[in-house]
């Protein structure tokens, strides 16, 4: 029996124009390759030799946060009731502007206790949160600006 | 494998992950290093993003659940890392990322740490044109020889749609370079 018999009647298959493009990769490749091998890009003097990393100290700050987490829930609600006492009890023409200013500078600087928001959020709360007026466009470059697609990726 | 495995296990233990990851950063850094240059083309930016790839590692250590290689997982941080970093470089400068990558490629005529000759600054235009997968296939096949197994845990996408991706960006880089 011939080896071509032997193919023909062989239950093994290949992916579609499996040869022709195996072919044409690998002869296109040898051809580039005896060019061009290398990138050209070279480092600094000994720049891998030296290459070093700063571990990030987090021990201390991880203890820290631990701490900070189990009691963020009432730390959080406790600032916020005083925070609403103090912006009603100001006589003030400038409330609503003034409040959205002190609102997001506390946001940005106290915000990062973004379990205790979502403890507090309720269904009703996240569906109001649909009439802010943001477009997808700002939405995509807060991401791209702010989220690691790495975690996006893993996680 | 074995010793992958031990030092994995070390980089979970509080009292020799400091070591092991030194050990971690004497291994892998020239690997990463050269994988993430050809993806953000300058020294620079490439000695920011290794940093990044090696704190993100050091942080996220603990979560690796070793379903894939740690190699190929540090290898998709990196990825990862460079291509957010060229994302918000474009972002911040105000252009795409193809003119960013454009402008990179001009950048090396005068670049100090570019060595390169004249076939090959055309081969890094000519990979400049290609979509930004098919450039990082064509990258870690072409100069690394990374297998296709490994690149598709790296890239999250299939071995079959990898090596299209090779095939495609060779015939076009091959048809760029006869072009001229």
């Known amino acids: 029996m011939s080896i071509n018999k032997i193919h023909k009647n062989s239950p093994f298959k290949v992916p579609k124009e499996y040869f022709e493009r195996f072919d044409a990769t690998f002869f296109n490749e040898i051809e580039l390759k005896t060019s061009v091998k290398e990138t050209g890009f070279k480092t600094p003097d000994s720049y891998l030799n ?9 021990s201390k700050f991880s203890n820290l946060r631990k701490l900070n987490k189990k009691y963020s829930f009432y730390i959080f609600r406790t600032a916020a009731a005083l925070f609403l006492l103090f912006m009603f009890s100001l006589p003030s023409e400038d409330t ?13 600087n106290e915000g990062n206790q973004s379990e205790a928001f979502i403890d507090v959020l309720t269904l009703e709360d996240l569906n109001d949160l649909s009439i802010l007026e ?3 466009y700002e939405i995509e470059n807060y991401i791209l600006q702010n989220a690691s697609i790495e975690t996006l990726l893993i996680y | ?9 070390l980089l979970k233990l509080d009292n020799s992950k400091e070591l092991a990851f030194k050990t971690l950063v004497k291994r892998y850094k020239e690997k990463l290093y050269w994988h993430i240059r050809k993806i953000v083309i300058s ?25 894939s290689k740690l190699y190929t997982w540090m290898y998709r941080i990196a990825t990862n890392e460079s291509i957010s970093f060229l994302n918000s470089k474009a972002k911040r400068n105000q252009v795409s990322n193809k003119t960013l990558n454009e402008n990179a490629i001009q950048n090396l005529v005068a670049d100090v740490y570019f060595e390169g000759d004249e076939i090959q600054l055309k081969l890094q235009k000519a990979i400049a ?4 997968i098919q ?10 020889d990374i297998k296709y197994k490994d690149m598709s845990s790296i890239l999250e996408t299939s071995e079959g749609a990898l090596k299209a991706s090779y095939h495609i960006a060779v015939k076009k880089i091959k048809t760029y370079l006869q072009a001229d």
């Open chain 2, 135 to 144: 450039q990082l296939v064509f990258n870690m096949r072409y100069f690394d």
């Open chain 1, 50 to 58: 030296d290459f070093n990393i700063s571990i990030p100290k987090i």
């Open chain 1, 96 to 108: 609503q502007e003034i409040s959205y200013e002190i609102l997001e500078n506390y946001l940005i």
């Open chain 2, 1 to 9: 494998m074995q010793n992958e495995a031990k030092l994995l296990s």
């Open chain 2, 43 to 67: 020294h620079d930016d490439a000695d920011d993003v290794l940093q990044n790839t090696f704190i993100k590692i050091f942080r996220n250590i603990d979560k690796f659940k070793g379903d």
């Open chain 2, 129 to 132: 044109q290609l979509p930004r």
């Open chain 1, 134 to 136: 943001v477009s997808y």
